[in-house]
């Protein structure tokens, strides 16, 4: 056993002092965080781990032994205390009897899977948790703690040609290895059998798959499975290929600003090609590993194969397409050509695969593409329903290139059977998993910037469209509010599952950017962000607009009506121009939202600049939805003035407008407050007699960019409680 500090592979974390004080099913809680914490150690949402604990029978008051296991579609590193199923031990083991009579059992047979249904009835106190299928194999391993990971360096093995061999060589006898076998009820009788005939194994190497350890200490159980794995690593390190890892390099990569050159211009297209039935949000990587892999000679080779771990296949597909491209030789238009034929190849393959390995009663053919596209010099990029599918099916095929390396440094790395994956991917259990999932919301794979989203309108757009499971980019002149916003939807919607790792794209549903709209080349670089960020752009919703107050004397002189027009008229359009090339290149549906202004119709003196500049962006929206017709939708929000949390109400203003409108207040009063008896006064003017508040605009926002206003376009929706003087002519 190493000790703390000898670890060089994986991270040691456990802490007697935060260990101590727990009870005993909070410290498997804390084994399994501090397991999960690690990449090398498990992938997200991969392995399980359980104790076995002496508990207290609500329904006898006696004794009972306990099993607590991870519960399913959990993630070790997030999990806590309820993530974790509980069953009466005496009782899980007894269903061996049941399995015993059935007259065909085995993997993948129909009495198997009709286990799992019985596990629901040897749970311990009503614990809601669902076990998962991995269940059996913690609950008939007899030792008292069962840790099952999906390291890296162990995967590498068991993807080995020579596996069962290598297993021996690397930890001699103390651990056994089990061929591939599809996890489940007979898979834990298999490794039953093995412990009663070696009672002295600590623990197994599971062909294709993982590691299994065991012991009867909670923290001995750690600290075994961090030496296995780092055993393993350090077996691996010894054989490094180093410059000829994957055959050597075939490809010289590109510079930083060089990729991303070219992903700005292929992701919006390659977006538009895999998004025709269902839109998908990108995630690319290009950490050292990921170039390494896809700049070598072996990549197409070993692409090929696919990935091993059925974890890893399940968001990365049996395998990726890779692109036989040269960025030193070949021009972007040769990549997007080997793309389309890369695709067609792809799909046909996959719908082969389908063809010849379903069963009578399997699931539908799911979606044909590839979720993982390889292109040397780009490094790779990786497609979901959401940004946290896709980070997280980047992460596993970055792992599954670490398991490559390591695989053919040591031996020849080789694939799962292609009956075996199809049998994973197409599980009744896995199909039950994916129907039991919440259906999604309207937006949910929505890319939706919200320029002027720092404050006032926007913010309450970014945070209504977010409600709806937008992608949502909070732009904002300033930076600082942008992120502020941003953030505070982070903070309330999560990053959803996985790790940002190196190289990784994006970091959440949320982000935050500065633009000046009136600089074409600011617009440019805030579209490039979103475009990196999440692979293309949906919708725009821009709330940006500014009221410059005349001078005292009544006067509005040059600057000011021109700085009035960059912001309200050409700054939209700016966005719109530039935000064109970005939907013309994907050729998905979109909408662009302008918000004007109930000051657009109605002629009064005082504010000549901001009203006809209004005008104009009323006018905007007619000839934008002309031009940008038929993909994108242009529509107008026309508020009338609403005061709450406006960046456009200083508390000079709102007092000048008391003065003017002769409203009592005082002096002392705070800004809310003034901003409350103006709001009272406009809604006394109004048909409705109710004040209009951020909420009222964002609604309309987020509706004007939802499918329940899809036939409409061109059209300005006025939200000012009724102004007749307002009424469009
Ligand atoms: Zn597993």
Avoid at 32 to 48: E, K, V
Avoid at 422 to 432: K, S, V
Avoid at 474 to 495: I, P
Wanted: aromatic share 8%.
């Amino acid at each position: 056993m190493n000790k703390p500090d000898e670890f060089r592979h994986v991270c040691y974390l456990w802490d007697d002092s935060v260990a101590g004080p727990l009870d005993p099913v909070e410290r498997l809680r804390y084994r399994s965080n501090i397991l999960g914490a690690d990449q090398r150690i498990s992938n997200t949402g991969g392995g399980n781990t359980s104790s076995k604990l002496i508990m207290v029978d609500p329904l006898t008051g006696k004794e009972v032994d306990v099993l607590w296991v991870k519960g399913s579609g959990g993630d070790l590193r997030t999990a806590r205390r309820e993530s974790f199923a509980s069953l009466y031990l005496d009782k899980f083991q007894t269903l061996q009897e049941i399995y015993n009579r059935a007259d065909v059992k085995g993997a993948k047979t129909e009495v198997e899977d009709a286990m799992v249904e019985m596990y629901r009835h040897t749970v311990f106190n009503l614990n809601p948790t669902v076990s998962s299928i991995d269940t059996p194999l913690h609950g008939l391993i007899p030792a008292r703690h069962v840790d099952h990971m999906h390291p890296v360096s162990v995967i590498a093995i068991a993807a080995s040609r020579d596996q069962e061999r290598l297993t021996h060589e690397v930890f001699g006898d103390e651990v056994g290895w089990v061929p591939w076998q599809r996890p489940g009820f007979d898979l834990g009788l298999v490794m039953q059998d093995q412990v009663q005939r070696n009672p002295n194994l600590k623990g197994l190497v599971m062909g294709q798959h993982g590691l299994i350890d065991w012991a009867d200490d909670d923290k001995a159980c750690y600290e075994l499975t961090l030496s296995l794995i780092e055993k393993a690593a350090r077996f691996i390190e010894s054989r490094d290929k180093a410059e000829r890892t994957f055959g050597g390099q075939k490809v010289a990569p590109l510079d930083p600003v060089g990729r991303q050159q070219i992903l700005v211009r292929l992701l919006p297209r390659l977006r538009g090609i895999l998004s025709a039935k269902n839109k998908l949000i990108a995630t690319w990587q290009d950490s050292p590993p990921v170039l390494e892999f896809v700049n070598s000679l072996d990549a197409p080779r070993l692409a090929e194969i696919g990935t091993s771990c059925p974890d890893h296949f399940l968001r990365t597909k049996i395998k990726p397409l890779y692109v036989d491209w040269d960025p030193q030789q070949d021009s972007f238009e040769t990549l997007l050509e080997k793309l389309e034929t890369g695709l067609a190849r792809y799909r046909a393959d996959y719908t082969a695969y389908y063809e010849a390995c379903k069963h009578p009663g399997s699931p539908g053919m799911r979606d044909p593409n590839p979720t993982v596209i390889l292109i040397p010099g780009i490094g790779l990029i990786a497609w979901g329903k959401n940004k946290s599918e896709s980070r997280v099916t980047a992460e596993f095929y970055s792992l599954a290139i670490d398991v490559m390396r390591a695989s053919e440094a040591i031996s020849a790395y080789q694939g799962l059977p292609r009956q075996e994956a199809f049998d994973i991917e197409y599980w009744a259990l896995e199909e039950a998993k994916l129907r039991r999932m919440p259906a999604e919301k309207e937006l949910a794979r929505e890319i939706v910037v919200v320029v002027g989203a720092g404050s006032g309108i926007g913010k309450a757009a970014a945070q209504r469209v977010a409600r709806e499971g937008a992608h949502v980019v909070c732009a904002d002149l300033s930076f600082e509010a942008a992120q502020k916003t941003a953030q505070e939807l982070l903070d309330l919607y999560g990053v959803g599952i996985g790790v940002a790792g190196s190289g990784i794209s994006g970091s959440g549903p949320a982000l935050g950017l500065g633009v000046d709209i009136t600089q074409r080349d600011s617009v440019r670089a805030m579209l490039e962000q979103v475009i990196l960020a999440y692979g293309g752009i949906d919708h725009i919703i821009i709330t940006a607009g500014i009221f410059v107050p005349p001078d005292l004397d009544g006067m509005i002189p040059d600057e000011k009506w021109n700085l009035t027009y960059a912001i309200n008229v050409a700054g939209p359009f700016i966005l719109a121009d530039e935000a064109r090339k970005v939907w013309e290149s994907q050729g998905l549906e979109g909408s662009l939202v302008l918000t004007t202004s109930v000051n657009a119709v109605v002629a009064k003196p005082g504010s000549l600049a901001y009203d006809t500049s209004k005008a104009a962006a009323n006018h905007l929206v007619r000839e934008l939805a002309v031009g940008l017709a038929p993909l994108v939708r242009v529509n107008g929000l026309s508020p009338a003035t609403v005061v709450e949390g406006s960046s456009m109400f200083p508390r000079e203003r709102v007092i000048s407008s008391l003065h003017k409108y002769a409203v009592p207040f005082e002096e002392d009063e705070d800004t809310d407050r003034l901003r409350e008896r103006l709001a009272k006064f406009y809604a006394q003017r109004t048909l409705t007699k109710s004040p209009v508040s951020l909420a009222d605009q964002a609604e309309i926002a987020y509706l004007l960019i939802s499918r329940k206003f899809s036939k409409t376009t061109g059209q300005i929706i006025t939200v000012d409680g009724g102004l007749q003087e307002a009424f469009l002519r």
